[in-house]
């Protein structure tokens, strides 16, 4: 039973564009199912047992906006964004929980491939007081993977810029 992984099937699809467009389009449809209504989305799951985890990785949540807008770019067609998927519907994670493994099931409300992508700019519009984006756990650079965890803050900050 292989995992799904959110970005990584996304990053792997751009590739498969020039052999197979509708592939693309079936994983960035695939893929908005597997957000949640707040903007964040699965990291991976089990598509046998509707298992996945949710975490707090920032570097997921663009993926789908990214890809969207190279599909379109690439086949001009914007019917997609008007394609409807669900939600997976689950309480957002507590204060100091940063990933959970658990059952996600798909909720009610449905909106189109452009609202998702939407709510995942919104979520990720996170910025610190100086007007800097915020780094978030699992960025891409993975040795930054828990700078933005706030029981990491203090530990990371003091192993990136040593006094």
Known sequence: ?????????LQDTIALKYINPEF???QIIKHSKHQFYEGDVQHWWHEETMRGIRTRFSDDRLWLVYILEDYI???GDYSILEEKTPYLQ???LEEGVDEKYDLHLPSQTEETIYE??????????NFGQN?????GSGDWNDGFSEVGNKRCRRKCMAWLFPI
């Open 90 to 92: 689950a309480p957002p």
């Open 131 to 135: 007007g800097l984006p915020k780094i």
């Open 73 to 75: 770019t690439f086949t």
């Open 24 to 26: 693309m389009k079936k």
């Open 116 to 125: 998702h992508c939407k709510k995942a700019i919104q979520i990720s519009l």
């Open 1 to 9: 039973m292989e995992p799904f992984g959110f970005r990584d099937q």
